[in-house]
């Protein structure tokens, strides 16, 4: 279920008692707010019943006889937000408020005064800038709700029609784009509707379409919305068309969540690429019809693994595995799911080869709140059979979820290696019988990897250089550093026929140092994956496949 919002979506929460549960920006949906941006409190028993909306561009600060409190633990005078709305409908509460430009940063305790009654104090931190981008979801993920000239950019289920009095479509090579969102930094201004200009200079907002960066026309509140940002750039003539192209936004060097918005030189996007997206390699739309008509979907497959993993001392220890999972889907975002280039409970969007993302955990939203998933039954055990002999995958049926198959500790580690594997299963109670073929083409060889084995330097490119693998696919590098709760990383895609790829210093330099002295290294690493192949579908699944991968891993400190 969706809160009304005016153009600021917000998702929602469970109502019963007077309690504050979350306070969350309104954009990315996330802990921490901004000076001057909408956010949202959740919880029960904020508000009297019904939905009640002021009135744009004064905003009072009681509303409902409802009125949110803030005291800076450090003390001085108690900031009071101005309040946007208040919903009670359905056992959903929560309210929406414009935190003043003029509230200092650092940390806050709020509390919802609801008539004579006030909640118990809740503990929100205040940052100078924390960009948040709205969703077509309302939940902070997924394809953004721009505009371009007038008309909504409808993403990926539907590429042409109309919503309301709007046409849709995919933008254009070289369009206009409107990103619509939260949190770019204080604006006094604003705070009664109107605007103090562009800002994309003053707090260094930049666009990343792709990885690739883009500085906006315009990037400042939008005038007669307090605390709504507008996000005005061109898209570049080369960008990649793609239902799912990714954007972020970056103000004083703090990152929005990651969205997606669809690309075309037509009217529609193009579909997912083959082996691709979504967890549906190959999937047509009218499948893809068949199963939300349905209300699920189920799919598995065998995955051959090769890991090459080395300590900060620089030991090296080489594993091979082989698994599979088959599972049943279903739920409201079972379409979502199907016609994504995001694979299921991934909440980072695609990137095209060449480009590079950064992210931190507090960024993350699980893009599929509305699915639930199950693990299917077929058999004792799969077998796989190559150039070094025949396998058991056994059944593992400790699994919460349902039963995996999995290769025991003592898997030889010189099993997988180029040629031909037959693959198969017996059938169990869920599905039937399958057998299948997966050729591994060539050996893929990281040709460098003692520049990551300790010490990967921030401020200087990083250069990745490999052999072998398929070079009709695609291999992710990734770092990670870890400074407390948060984790901030940044991902690169390549084709591997490249043979090698230099992640640019602009990039490192956004990720924290590993602290000094501390006991959880960074961790650098470079997957693969092979073209993978559809097996024959067995009884009980609407599609089967296989794939290989290669990972290499590496626990660095990053300075």
Do not use: H
């Amino acid at each position: 279920m969706k809160c009304p919002v005016l153009l600021v979506f917000l998702s929602c929460a469970v109502a019963m008692a007077q309690t504050v549960t979350a306070v969350q920006d309104g954009g990315a949906y996330t802990n921490n707010i901004a000076q001057g941006s909408v956010f949202v409190v959740k919880g029960t028993g904020l508000s009297g019943a019904g939905f009640v909306q002021a009135t744009a561009p004064i905003y009072p600060t009681t509303l409902n006889s409802v009125r949110i409190t803030m005291t800076a633990v450090t003390g001085g005078a108690v900031v009071n937000p101005l309040m946007v709305y208040t919903y009670n409908l359905s056992g959903v509460n929560q309210l929406a408020a414009v935190l003043p430009s003029t509230a200092a940063v650092g940390n806050y305790d709020l509390r919802v005064i609801n008539g004579a009654a006030t909640s118990a104090a809740f503990r929100t931190a205040v940052q100078a800038r924390k960009p948040g981008i709205v969703t077509a979801a309302g939940d902070g993920s997924g394809p953004a709700q721009a505009t371009l000239n007038g008309e909504l950019i409808l993403q990926r289920t539907s590429n042409v029609g109309k919503i309301g009095d709007f046409d849709t479509r995919p933008a254009r090579p070289g369009e206009r784009v409107d990103l619509w969102g939260t949190g770019l930094g204080p604006d006094v201004a604003s705070d009664t509707g109107g605007t103090s200009g562009n800002q994309t200079a003053a707090a260094q907002i930049v666009v990343l379409v792709d990885g690739t960066s883009v500085t906006p026309l315009y990037a400042g509140r939008s005038s007669g919305f307090p605390g709504l940002d507008q996000i005005v750039f061109n898209l570049p003539a080369n960008v990649a068309l793609t239902c799912a192209l990714s954007i972020q936004v970056r103000a004083g060097g703090v990152l929005s969540n990651p969205v997606t918005i669809a690309t075309s030189t037509g009217e529609s996007c193009p579909a997912p690429p083959s082996g691709g997206g979504g967890g549906s390699p190959n999937l047509t739309s009218a499948e893809i019809d068949t199963f939300v008509a349905r209300g699920f979907y189920t799919s598995g497959g065998v995955s051959l693994f090769k890991s090459t993993t080395y300590s900060a001392a620089g030991a090296v220890t080489r594993t091979n595995s082989i698994s599979g999972l088959f599972t049943r889907t279903s739920g409201a975002d079972l379409g979502r799911m199907l016609r994504n280039q995001l694979p299921p409970g991934f909440p980072i969007p695609t990137i095209t080869p060449g480009n590079c993302l950064v992210y931190n955990s507090t960024q993350l939203v699980d893009p599929y709140p509305l699915i639930t998933r199950s693990n299917l039954d077929v058999g004792a055990q799969l077998t796989a059979s190559g150039p070094n002999g025949t396998q058991s995958v056994p059944r593992r049926t400790n699994q919460v979820a349902g039963p995996t198959y999995g290769t025991a500790n003592d898997f030889p580690n010189t099993y997988v290696v180029p040629g031909r594997y037959t693959l198969s299963g017996p059938g169990g109670t869920q599905v039937g019988a399958f057998s299948g073929t997966l050729d591994v083409v060539q050996d893929f060889v990281l040709t460098n990897p003692t520049n990551f084995v300790t010490t990967i330097n921030r401020s200087v490119p990083l250069t990745v250089s490999w052999s072998g693998g398929d070079p009709s696919t695609t291999l992710t590098i990734q770092g990670v550093t870890f400074a407390g709760v948060v984790t901030t990383a940044f991902l690169c895609i390549e084709s591997v026929g490249a043979g090698q790829f230099t992640v640019p210093a602009s990039i490192l330099s956004q990720i924290p140092a590993t602290p000094a002295g501390s006991l959880i290294p960074g961790s650098f690493t470079v997957t693969v994956a092979g073209a993978g192949t559809r097996l024959p579908t067995p009884s009980g699944l609407d599609l089967a496949t296989a794939n290989n991968f290669w990972n290499w891993q590496f626990s660095p400190s990053f300075q």
